[in-house]
């Protein structure tokens, strides 16, 4: 399975999914014109990934602003996580947040309150 790589913009959050590491990496901000657009490749990526058997997934998010539609897809890409932890696939998440922007580690906390597997938040390291 390939990896997917999406460079960041002002706008939109850099994507990197390595399938042979089980790992995605997100950060910057999001605020697309287009969210569903922008992350669909994400998804279907992910979507991929699980059907075709794939291992663990670690997500690792460093997202600094996210507008109404980028949390909706994040929403969606949790769902899916936590559809896989329930069939018995190791999923985590470790959301790493600037310490001087609390509304992001509240919006973390409000995303960890629905989900079942392991989902860590901490202050991001300079």
Same mark, same amino acid.
């Given at each position: 399975?390939?990896? !997917? /790589?999406?460079?960041? @913009?002002? $706008?939109?959050?850099?994507?990197?999914?390595?399938?042979? &590491?089980?790992?995605?990496?997100?950060?910057?901000?999001?605020?697309?014109?287009?969210?569903?657009?922008?992350?669909?490749?994400?998804?279907?990526?992910?979507?991929?990934?699980?059907?075709?058997?794939?291992?663990?997934?670690?997500?690792?998010?460093? !997202? /600094?602003?996210?507008? @109404?539609? $980028?949390?909706?897809?994040?929403?969606?890409?949790?769902? &899916?996580?936590?559809?896989?932890?329930?069939?018995?696939?190791?999923?985590?998440?470790?959301?790493?947040?600037?310490?001087?922007?609390?509304?992001?580690?509240?919006?973390?906390?409000?995303?960890?309150?629905?989900?079942?597997?392991?989902?860590?938040?901490?202050?991001?390291?300079?």
């Amino acid at each position: 399975m390939n990896n !997917l /790589r999406i460079e960041g @913009t002002v $706008s939109s959050p850099f994507i990197h999914a390595d399938a042979s &590491l089980g790992r995605l990496e997100m950060g910057g901000d999001s605020y697309p014109e287009n969210s569903f657009e922008m992350f669909g490749p994400l998804i279907d990526w992910l979507e991929t990934y699980f059907r075709e058997g794939g291992g663990p997934m670690h997500l690792e998010l460093k !997202l /600094r602003y996210l507008n @109404t539609s $980028s949390v909706k897809v994040v929403m969606d890409i949790f769902d &899916l996580l936590e559809e896989q932890h329930h069939g018995g696939r190791a999923v985590s998440v470790l959301w790493l947040y600037d310490t001087r922007n609390e509304r992001v580690a509240e919006l973390a906390e409000e995303f960890k309150e629905d989900c079942s597997f392991p989902f860590d938040i901490k202050p991001q390291q300079e």
